[in-house]
């Protein structure tokens, strides 16, 4: 069964530092991945996703992903994180490029500080 | 502007009472719907697939009888949660994929039973 790991609950980051959130994936097959972001009582907006191709994926909002397959991991970063960028992130895996069926990780809250 | 929809946005009822969730594609039509269900500070976990004109196939563990889902329509799917009670209180998340296309979420539905 595909599963999905944040191993950070919460990241406390400075406006204006980089972030990194961490996400493991569990897939018995070539892994669809998507990154999601939510904010508080809302739905989900998508940041991007990889399913083929250059294992660096960029995304909306200057956030960009790499895939490492050796690692079994999915992680997004963005170098300079704005207040704006204070929300819940999720990483999900899915079973076709569209996001259909996604099995999602716990989330990382990102706080930003002034 | 959003391409899914979802009516109510907030629902407080008393325990007991049914309650109806409705799931709109606005500028396309959706053969396929997801519903997944989010408890406070935890991840999304899909409760069904949804498909036009036929019976939804619905995850382990969750009850067809308790969560009834109707998607009669391409550009519409009900979810209707049968005597709910506090334990059902949740945030409940559509998702609709256009055909042969992306995926795109609903901004959630907050149930509340008192």
């Known amino acids: 069964a595909q599963s999905v790991t944040q191993p950070d609950i919460h990241i406390t980051v400075s406006e204006g530092a980089s972030l990194e959130l961490r996400c493991n994936y569990s897939y018995g097959a070539t892994p669809y991945l998507f990154w999601y972001v939510q904010s508080p009582g809302q739905g989900l907006q998508l940041l991007l996703k990889y399913f083929s191709g250059d294992t660096l994926v960029q995304g909306i909002k200057g956030f960009e992903a790499e895939f490492k397959r050796s690692q079994s991991s999915f992680n997004l970063r963005k170098p300079s994180v704005h207040w704006s960028d204070a929300a819940e992130y999720f990483c999900a895996v899915g079973e076709e490029t569209s996001g259909s069926r996604l099995t999602f990780g716990e989330g990382t809250q990102l706080t930003v500080n002034p | 502007g959003a391409v899914v929809s979802q009516h109510p946005s907030w629902v407080i009822c008393k325990s007991g009472t049914s309650v109806k969730i409705e799931c709109r594609s606005l500028d396309f039509q959706a053969t396929t719907m997801f519903w997944y269900r989010q408890f406070p500070k935890q991840s999304l976990m899909l409760m069904a697939t949804?498909?036009?004109?036929?019976?939804?196939?619905?995850e382990q563990g969750v009850e067809k009888d308790k969560f009834l889902i109707n998607h009669a329509s391409l550009t519409l799917s009900t979810l209707t949660v049968t005597s709910a009670h506090p334990e059902d209180s949740s945030f409940y998340i559509c998702s609709a994929r256009r055909n042969r296309g992306a995926v795109h979420f609903g901004d959630g539905t907050r149930l509340s039973i008192l």
């Open positions: 949804s498909n036009e004109g036929s019976k939804a196939t619905y």
